[in-house]
């Protein structure tokens, strides 16, 4: 519960470049890190065991911890399967997070059978799951995840048309799930981030707005030609 209570009412960075991107580094994605926890975040959320270990390594906040990969027979690509699970423990993240959308995992198993594996495996690790709608998130906290996030809203054939940040989705699931909620996904100003922490979230994420600068120029560069 102490983790709950250090990012509770704060901002978690997410720290991640894929391999296409530039700054593609561990070296790189600990100091972003560092200049994050320098600015305030209360953690930070990271893709591989091997960015995980290295910020680790770096700063001392907790770490929300995944492993994107992708499965020819599915399409869940965050934290997929139990072999993702066993990486991210030994690494010691402090929070898992796990596609939870309303979508089966590799092999065709449904995510309550999958999950029920994880949590009888690893009964007192934190599991967060992103969920893309708010039925998903009550279905996730019903079956025993210990947040709920956003991240997969607008992501999904279920939210493909959502408006993202998905205000309603938050407050709906701040109120009702029972569990602390993570607000996550296209939060690219501070203006956002006020009312998304109005809609009672436990925290909020922010990743593409302060850690990808490719995005964030294309966005910019958007504004000039009028797009």
């Known amino acids: 519960m102490s983790v709950l209570d250090d990012i509770k009412g704060g901002l978690i960075v997410s720290c991640q470049a894929l391999e296409d991107e530039p700054l593609h580094s561990s070296f790189i994605m600990a100091r972003m890190a560092e200049a994050a926890i320098l600015g305030g975040a209360v953690g930070i959320r990271a893709n591989s065991t091997q960015d ?8 001392n906040l907790p770490v929300i911890g995944i492993i994107k990969t992708e499965y020819p027979d599915s399409h869940v690509y965050i934290t997929p399967s139990m072999t993702e699970v066993d990486a991210l423990v030994k690494c010691g993240c402090e929070i898992i997070a796990m596609d939870a959308a309303n979508r089966k995992r590799p092999s065709g198993e449904p995510l309550a059978e999958f999950f029920a594996r994880v949590r009888e495996k690893y009964p007192d690790k934190l599991f967060m799951g992103d969920c893309s709608t708010v039925q998903e998130g009550m279905d996730a906290a019903a079956m025993g995840f210990d947040l709920i996030a956003t991240t997969l809203c607008g992501y999904t054939d279920d939210s493909r048309n ?16 029972g569990k602390p909620v993570i607000a996550e996904g296209n939060i690219w100003t501070p203006e956002q981030l006020r009312q998304v922490m109005r809609c009672g979230v436990h925290a909020a994420v922010v990743g593409s707005a302060i850690t990808r600068p490719m995005l964030i120029t294309k966005r910019f560069v958007s504004a000039i030609k009028g797009e």
């Open 52 to 59: 995980i270990c290295e910020i680790k390594k770096t700063v």
């Open 162 to 177: 959502d408006i993202t940040p998905n205000y309603e989705m938050m407050y709906a699931l701040a109120r009702n799930s």
